[in-house]
């Protein structure tokens, strides 16, 4: 299995941006597609953004489609999740997760591996 530490969370007005980081240990972490997924008081934990292990193929909700970019460094064992124009509805925790194979997934019994999350806070 891969550890998952995230970064990068904090308090933002609407319409601003953040970055988020994950960072994986581990030498196989090519091996690994991931995902961001977000759960906000009182909701399931929801799908946000997938990426293949190469990075070549992406997958978004249609909630962030255009707003949230994923992308990753397998040379530094990081995925990042760009977040521009937030909405107070992007309030979250937000993970960062792992799962053995190629393929992007949108669902959480898909993932092995989870992080242990980040506060994003959006105020209007």
């Known amino acids: 299995q891969v550890q998952l530490v995230e970064s990068g969370g904090g308090l933002v007005q609407a319409g601003g941006s953040l970055r988020l980081s994950c960072a994986a240990s581990?030498?196989?972490?090519?091996?690994?597609?991931m995902g961001w997924f977000r759960q906000a008081p009182g909701k399931e934990r929801e799908f946000v953004a997938g990426i293949t292990w190469s990075g070549g193929r992406t997958y978004y909700a249609d909630s962030v489609k255009g707003r949230f970019t994923i992308s990753r460094d397998n040379a530094k064992n990081m995925v990042y999740l760009q977040m521009n124009s937030l909405k107070p509805e992007d309030t979250a925790v937000y993970y960062c997760?792992?799962?053995?194979?190629?393929?992007?997934?949108?669902?959480?019994?898909?993932?092995?591996?989870w992080g242990q999350g980040t506060q994003v806070t959006v105020s209007s």
């Open positions: 997760a792992a799962r053995v194979g190629s393929n992007i997934a949108t669902m959480t019994p898909a993932f092995g591996s």
């Open positions: 581990g030498r196989t972490f090519s091996s690994y597609a």
